[in-house]
């Protein structure tokens, strides 16, 4: 019911980089933790990385630790994961996830694949 629509996945080189937004419409946004997730064919989804809804704290799979960052802006209702330095083992579908205690949204999905 609560919409969250990501965007920015597509094909890129090892070594590359993308920038996913998820936008949120529908609920009050600043009040809600905010995730990447991630599903490769076959695999169980795994979190990605987290933000906090208060102070902002983010938090990272060692897979992915200085190499993604997480952010939000409230003004604009959306959600961001910078990613550098691509691994072809990064290539799945990148899921957006907003979160108040027992309140969970997701969104459809977008397409990374890391590939030479």
């Known amino acids: 019911q609560v919409p969250l629509v990501e965007s920015g996945g597509g094909l890129v080189q090892p070594g590359g980089s993308l920038r996913l937004s998820c936008a949120a419409s529908g609920f009050t946004f600043s009040r809600y933790a905010m995730s990447w997730y991630r599903q490769a064919p076959g695999k169980e989804r795994g979190l990605v990385a987290t933000?906090?809804?208060?102070?902002?704290?983010?938090t990272y799979a060692v897979s992915v630790k200085g190499r993604f960052t997480i952010s939000r802006d409230n003004a604009k209702n959306t959600v961001y994961l910078q990613m550098n330095s691509l691994k072809p083992e990064d290539t799945a579908v990148y899921y957006c996830?907003?979160?108040?205690?027992?309140?969970?949204?997701w969104g459809q999905g977008t397409q990374v694949t890391v590939s030479s």
């Open positions: 933000i906090t809804s208060t102070s902002g704290t983010t």
């Open positions: 996830k907003a979160s108040l205690r027992d309140g969970i949204y």
